[in-house]
């Protein structure tokens, strides 16, 4: 009798088993939805969609994070800076000019700049006012030459080596007669 018992439960287990297996039919109850629903992600030109949740994330290139990298430490290593005195040729630590200071701030980051303001307008790619990002360069001119460059600094300010007498430090930009260029890519 045990011998039977135990088959006929093995027996039991077995049916149990082919219930779940097997395809349910349409007339059946629908299965309790689970608590979490399982997230659809398609990606679709670019843009990674997500059905369950409704969000859109834009990718972000390589170019462009590449930029805001650079720019990040050229911001740093300019900040780095504020206090080093003016000095007519410097481009070192020890004292800058405009062009010295950032020459020397973007050959930190890679980046080869000549040591003259105008020869830098030449080498960057103009941009507009509302392009410019922090770590752009910012020339003031005078006709179609510069006479003075800093870094934007965002929110319509310079990072700069002013004048004989002063220091690095960021100021107000001050001149409508500017222009915008990009040397980071």
């Known amino acids: 009798m045990a011998l039977l018992t135990r088959a006929r439960g093995m027996a039991l287990a077995g049916v149990t088993a082919l219930a779940v297996v097997l395809p349910v039919s349409p007339m059946a109850p629908a299965p309790a939805a689970s ?3 399982a997230p659809r992600v398609s990606i679709e030109s ?3 969609a997500s059905a369950a949740t409704g969000d859109r994330k834009k990718k972000t290139s390589r170019s462009a994070r590449s ?3 650079r720019s990040a430490k ?3 290593t300019g900040n780095s800076l504020k206090g ?3 000095r007519y040729g410097g481009s070192t630590p020890r004292g800058f ?3 010295g200071f950032t020459s020397y701030v973007y050959r930190k980051v890679g980046v080869s700049l000549p040591h003259s303001a105008t020869a830098q307008m030449r080498k960057a790619k103009r941009i507009s006012r ?3 990002r922090k770590g752009d360069l910012v020339f003031f001119r005078s006709g179609s030459r510069a006479y003075h460059v800093g870094i934007y600094a965002g929110g319509n300010k310079v990072l700069h080596s002013p004048r004989p007498g002063g220091r690095v430090s960021t100021v107000n930009i001050w001149s409508r007669n500017v222009s ?3 040397v980071l890519r």
Do not use: E, I, N, T
């Open 35 to 37: 608590a979490v629903p």
């Open 46 to 48: 670019g843009v990674l």
């Open 67 to 69: 930029f805001a990298v």
């Open 74 to 76: 050229v911001m740093r």
């Open 84 to 86: 080093v005195p003016y």
């Open 97 to 99: 000019d405009c062009s």
């Open 130 to 132: 509302g392009q410019a």
């Open 180 to 182: 915008f260029g990009r």
